[in-house]
């Protein structure tokens, strides 16, 4: 029987690092995804441990293309899944004012569309044998407006939102 993986968006960071440390140290067979391709080291470095199985594919969540492509490839595959834990999101702190249009939409793309997108996404691929498990990764910016930062708490807003309502 082929392996089922748990997820990690933004893998790479130092957050989505520590998900996929911990998951590989509990036996968690992982598939592994950030924009920066330095995450296949990571993922090659938990793979030697010859414990889990672990894949790791660059994918710029923000572009709703690259998205689609990652997960057709997912499907043509045939790669199952029991778990995501979405970590991937980003912040240009500052003036909202100060921000450009597409520091904002680039904000609400990966904060927002990405996490609601690769959810859909994996949900289509679950592994039917074992109960699904989602992580969205938020911020106390979800409980407090936050001056300086009015466009990430309202996405993070969103994600406690999305995850409570799931």
Not at 39 to 47: C, H, I, Q, R, T
Not at 87 to 102: C, H, N, T
Not at 142 to 158: D, E, L, N
Request: hydrophobic residues 45%.
């Amino acid at each position: 029987m082929a392996n089922s993986f748990i997820m990690i968006t933004g893998a790479a960071g130092g957050l989505g690092g520590a998900f996929a440390r911990d998951c590989a140290a509990r036996g968690y067979h992982l598939y592994l995804t950030n924009i920066d391709p330095a995450g296949e080291k990571l993922a090659s470095a938990l793979a030697e441990t010859g414990a889990v199985e672990v894949r790791f594919r660059t994918c710029d969540l923000t572009d709703p293309h690259a998205r689609q492509d990652f997960l057709d490839t997912l499907r043509a595959d045939g790669v199952l899944f029991w778990g995501l834990i979405n970590v991937a999101g980003i912040e240009y702190q500052g003036a909202f004012m100060r921000k450009s249009r597409q520091q904002i939409l680039t904000i609400l793309r990966l904060n927002i569309e990405s996490t609601l997108d690769m959810t859909h996404g994996l949900l289509a691929l679950r592994d039917p044998v074992q109960r699904f498990r989602i992580i969205n990764v938020s911020s106390l910016g979800a409980f407090y407006p936050m001056p300086y930062k009015a466009t990430y708490s309202s996405t993070k807003r969103f994600l406690l939102n999305f995850s409570l309502a799931l």
